[in-house]
């Protein structure tokens, strides 16, 4: 009977403990809950014209969890004229000033984000260091 206990016990104890990895990660993906929205985030508010800008999508599942899903998302936009946007990525490249919607889409959940392009020009460039010195054979970085 002690031999049964102890067999019932070991079973039980392998039946709780597989799949729990030694840092409380899951050792297959949370696939099971829907999309149920997502989230567009932009690295910038708004961009001058002829600069670039990376979006990135946060999905809200069921409202258990988020992740990111920026390179599950299908990207796009309402105007390439004014901003083109790479689909995968999300990476985004300014035409033209103006108005646009950014679109996010995965498993038939989409989100909309508007977004602005300006007509702002480079009016000064700055240089850090300003001035510097150095020793025959050493090296500097510059940041403009």
Known sequence: MRAFFGV?????????????????????????????????????????????????????????????VTLEAIWSVNDPNILTIDPVTGFASALNPGSVTVTATMDDVSADFEFTVTDAVIAQIDIDPAAAELPLGMTLAFRA
């Open 8 to 68: 019932g016990l070991a079973i039980v104890s392998v039946l709780l403990f597989t799949g729990c990895a030694e840092d409380s990660e899951p050792t297959r993906p949370i696939d099971f809950l829907p999309i149920t929205a997502i989230i567009i985030e932009s690295q910038h508010p708004q961009i001058a014209n002829l600069t670039t800008n990376q979006f990135t999508a946060k999905g809200d599942f069921s409202g258990v969890f988020t992740r990111d």
